[in-house]
């Protein structure tokens, strides 16, 4: 015991004789900067400025050199440069983009922060280089592609001075549209890329190439707005980059074509799934009386939660005054109406699983998770406080299901279209159908059906958080 003491006591008087290592202290300092701008004049959007600066520090060693390209208040540029020892100097170029609020004649600054490694701080501003705009004496509302048909082979604006804007009056364009706007644009329909070009990268409206739109680096400018039925104004602000639409005031429909007023590939599915239906956003009224045309029978094909048929071609909406999604999947004559997928709980619910499809007359179960078909999940309306309808088609079919015991539908309620906010169906009783709660690992809190009886067919789903139950009527 007592070698063993004594050897810790030896550690513990090495460990008090060893010397402490502490940062050598210096004085707080006094950067200098000096800085010469080598360029006067930039175009915007294609030249580049160029500085040259030196820092000296005679106390205290240099640490870091922060350099902003600005032009207003607007960051062009922004870098640290690393310094050290007591002596820095160097020359450097930035691009200068071309950008909103960035009028002719608006002079680019170079604004220096030189930093030693006490923290004493030197600033310099370094002026003298103006900026120009690129030459736009025209503009033209032009089609991304030869192939893009709904606004023709383009419009060319004029130019307002009180407003200083350019602007397109008197259109009849649809009330969703995909444009850029081109300094010059061929009577052809045609972009002359020679010149500059608006469109949309990372959701910012700048100037882009051809090579950019192509590669999908740059993406077309969408302009829509659900208020309007048509658009009829489109107005350019130059200097702010900022458009503004204007047009006719959406009414609710009183009769829709799917062949003429539903386009094919809607933009709100994805692509896979765009290609089987006709679609577009329709203004409905509630309770009015909405003549439908273009399906092969509308008694089979209007839309069971949404709608009630009246006879003929007419059916009565069920849900309240909006914009709603209407989708003509072809191959089964059956029509989709979902609201705008921005619509939460408590105004409506979604439903998504697998064994389930759109109630046609000649349906399809889907076999995978998702939100990117009307096919994968749907949309349930409030009947009642907090009590939404769902009317699906459901195949149990317990020799393909994936896990013993259990059959091939499975679902969950979510709150919102897409994941994220769901109902558990621990908590909910079930009535009407062998339908379980599930507590299986990777599956808990889902619906699922029981390995036998097997089922099939059109089936009425009752969401009542009320008294927190799942009541199930099979229609046909």
């Known amino acids: 015991m007592k070698k063993y003491l004594t050897i810790a006591l030896a550690a513990l008087l090495m460990a008090a004789c060893q010397p402490k290592n502490f940062r050598e202290i210096y004085p707080e300092g006094n950067p200098v900067i000096q800085a010469t701008m080598l360029t006067d004049s930039v175009l915007f959007g294609s030249d580049s400025v ?28 922004s870098e640290m440069i690393r310094t050290k020892d007591y002596h820095y100097e160097g020359e450097h170029t930035y691009a200068v983009p071309f950008g909103p609020n960035m009028p002719e004649g608006e002079e680019v600054k170079i604004y220096l922060t030189a930093t030693n490694i006490e923290g004493t701080a030197a600033n310099f501003i370094l002026c003298g280089c103006y900026g120009k705009r690129p030459p736009m004496p025209t503009m033209y509302v032009m089609p991304p592609s ?22 397109a009056y008197n259109l009849k364009y ?33 100037l882009i190439t051809k090579e950019q739109l192509e590669a999908e680096e740059a993406s077309p400018i969408i302009l829509e707005d659900d208020n309007f039925e048509t658009l009829d104004t489109i107005r350019f602000n130059p200097v702010t980059f900022e458009i503004y639409i204007g047009g006719k005031i959406a009414m609710p429909v009183s009769a829709v074509n799917v062949e003429t007023d539903l386009v094919e590939n809607p933009s709100y599915m994805s692509a896979s799934a765009a290609k ?67 619509l939460t709980e408590p105004d409506v619910m979604y439903l998504c699983g697998v064994g389930m499809g759109q109630p046609s007359w000649s349906p399809n179960a889907t076999s995978g998770w998702g939100f990117d078909s009307p096919n994968q999940n749907f949309v ?41 906010g769901e109902e558990t169906s621990l908590d909910y009783t079930q009535s009407g159908l062998n339908i379980v709660s599930s507590t299986e690992d990777s599956n808990v809190g889902n619906w699922w059906s029981s390995s036998s009886p097997l089922f099939e067919g059109i089936y009425r789903i009752t969401l009542d958080k009320n008294n927190m139950e799942t009541r199930y009527e099979k229609l046909r």
């Open 276 to 342: 089987q239906y006709l679609g577009g956003k329709i203004f409905f009224d509630k309770d009015s009386e909405v003549e439908i045309t273009g399906v092969t029978d509308l008694s089979k094909a209007y839309n069971l939660d949404w709608m009630e048929y009246l006879g003929g071609n007419k059916v009565k909406f069920l849900g309240e005054k909006g914009m709603y999604y209407l989708s003509y999947k072809v191959a089964e004559d059956y029509l989709v109406v979902e609201p705008l997928y921005d």
């Open 174 to 206: 649809p009330k969703s549209i995909q444009c850029v706007l081109a300094v010059v644009g061929t009577r052809f329909g045609r972009i002359d890329w020679n010149y500059p070009v608006f469109g949309v990268v990372n959701s910012t409206l700048q």
């Open 50 to 77: 160029t500085f040259r600066v030196t820092v000296d520090e005679k106390e205290t060693p240099l640490s870091q050199l922060q350099v902003k390209v600005m032009v207003g208040l607007r960051v062009l540029a």
């Open 380 to 420: 349930g309306r409030l009947v009642a406080p907090k009590t939404y309808q769902f009317t699906v088609y459901m195949l149990n079919d317990a020799e393909n299901a994936d896990h013993p015991g259990f059959g091939s539908v499975n679902f969950k309620f979510f709150h919102q279209h897409g994941w994220g």
């Open 146 to 167: 030869v192939q893009y048909g709904l606004i023709g082979k383009g419009k060319q604006m004029t130019w307002d001075e009180e407003l200083g804007e350019f602007v």
